[in-house]
């Protein structure tokens, strides 16, 4: 496959979608303009947590942009706190739901309560708020939805799997475990991280097998 026709899938992957430094920047700009009219928001920690989320969406056949649903994409966990502090009396109008890593738990957990949105003390008691946690991240999620074979057969058809092997032979990834070798490839570029967000989501949704966090979180606003 050649750099022309790599950069022509990597355009389709990403169709819809801005990409680049400030990619979630703009992003989050475009869904603070729909807040007003919204029914339910969404909130997630970047733009690929979003793209995930609105193909999923879209593979079920749902029309978020009609239902009122806007998924926001805060620029990291720790934003959490002063977006739900901005929203003030908005998030007792609105249903509300998120996404977040493992990591990032806590700092839900606190800002919900500081919010005074809820006082979860276990991950059920978030999840029972409409917040649920990947693990250990989404990329996670994905690579195990999908399956290593899976997954690798999904770089060979967008012409990365030579980039991949690549990886996977350097000496600190060298004799790793193949899913962990795919995290790293995924996390080494913003871009092909937002474009593996949605091939690998649909990937999933073709084997029935859409990660648990993704289907609580649309099942929560439906």
Known sequence: MDLTQRRELARRALDGYDSGPDATTRALADAQAKIGDAAALILVEGLSDQIA????AAGRGRDLEAERVVVVPIGGAHAI???LTELGPLTAQVRLAGLCDV?????FRRALVAAGIGTPRTR???????FHVCVDD????LIRAVGA?????????????GSFQTLQGQPAWRGQEPERQMWRFL????????RYARLLT???MSRDALPRPLAAVLDGIA
């Open 53 to 56: 989320l609105e193909t999923a």
């Open 202 to 204: 649909e990937a999933a």
């Open 187 to 194: 996390r080494a570029g913003s871009r092909r991280n937002l």
């Open 149 to 161: 074979a899976g997954v690798e057969a999904l770089f060979d058809s967008q012409g990365d799997l």
């Open 124 to 130: 059920a008691d978030m999840a029972g708020l409409g």
């Open 103 to 107: 990591r990032e738990e806590e700092i």
């Open 138 to 141: 989404l990329e996670g999620e």
């Open 81 to 83: 706190g002063r977006y």
